[in-house]
């Protein structure tokens, strides 16, 4: 009887003692949120990841030294700061600008903190109150990098409402970019393409900005380019006009087969100009016929209103038979 109730007594009090040691594990973790939540007056250092445009070189690199901030700050964050769990390193977006070259390197660059107070600023947003900066310079390696500039291919489908055509190909800007990377991958590409552009039944011009597709292992010195896609309402008129010869040799006589062709151009509603009385001119050089294996060659047409927008033959080709006088 007795011995049961020794064991009862042994229970009972290392039931208290756990209890007890959770009360003060409560009271510890409610301290120290309580402490964690403040905020206190420190010295914070950074390792800085560097994002820029610099002509000829890397586009990212970490710089050589930290960067040391003293500032206000909550001390969740200052006890991740130390420990490194995170908020100890910063992207800072730095225009080339305000990279400065390292005297007598080629790919060794700086820039002063201060210049750039407003970037740190934004990045440590909403975690640091800055009050003073212990850098005052920070240095930075961006290896050199192979670039060629390339044209820019437009990807893109549109249809037009009827008597709506476009004036010529989309136009954009800029029409070539700076592409680095390794010399074997630029050899190998000769254009950049940007994604899909679709227009449907379209009546008036169409402007705006479409992203380039990234193509593996290379590096763009824009990522967007600048479009227009000009529109216009047009009339569309025809005429039939005879076709000549031009630079023939005397003793050479030039005939057709057929004779004439049929004109149907258009252009701008807009346009006011007599139509009616346009004079055009068919010619084919007679250079252009001895030069034909089968003495077919297409005309030329001359006299087309200003802004003509397109041009058909009908027919397209013209026989063509030399005849000595």
Sequence with gaps: MLKRRKIGISYERG?????????????????????LSDYYSVNLNYS??????KRGH?????????????????GFYILQNRLGIQGNLITLSVPGYMLK?????????FFVVS????????????????????????????PRQSHRNIPVAVDYKASFKDQHMPVGKIKISPSTVTVYGDISLLQNIDSVRTKHLTFE??????????????????RFETKEIYYTLEVV?????????????????????????????????????????????????????YKEITASISNTVEPMV????????????????????????
């Excluded at 039931?15 to 402490?35: G, H, K, P, T, Y």
């Excluded at 890397?58 to 909550?74: C, H, I, P, Q």
């Excluded at 009546?203 to 290379?218: A, K, M, N, Q």
């Excluded at 039939?240 to 701008?268: A, D, L, Q």
């Design 15 to 35: 039931r208290q003692v756990l209890l007890f040691l959770f009360c003060l594990f409560l009271a510890f973790v409610l301290w120290a949120i309580r402490n």
């Design 101 to 109: 070259p390292l005297s007598g390197t080629e790919d060794k660059f």
């Design 58 to 74: 890397s586009a990212e690199a970490f710089s050589d030294n930290k960067l040391s901030v003293t500032g206000r700050a909550s």
């Design 48 to 53: 800085v990841h560097v994002v820029t445009q």
């Design 233 to 285: 309402r047009y009339v569309e008129n025809s005429t039939t006009i005879p076709v000549e010869s031009v630079n023939v040799p005397e003793g050479k006589y030039v005939k057709f087969f057929p004779n004439t062709v049929r004109v149907t151009y258009r252009i701008p509603f807009s346009n006011k100009q007599n139509r009616e009385n346009t004079i055009f001119v068919a010619t084919i050089d």
């Design 302 to 325: 001359s006299g087309l209103p200003e802004n003509v927008l397109s041009v058909e033959l009908d027919p397209k080709f013209i026989k063509c038979k030399i005849i000595e006088q």
């Design 201 to 218: 039944r379209l009546s008036s011009t169409r402007s705006g900005i479409v992203e380039l597709l990234p193509v593996s292992g290379l």
């Design 115 to 142: 210049e750039v107070r407003d970037i740190i600023t934004d990045a440590l947003s909403g975690h640091v109150e800055i009050e003073s900066f212990s850098s005052d310079t920070l240095y930075l390696t961006l």
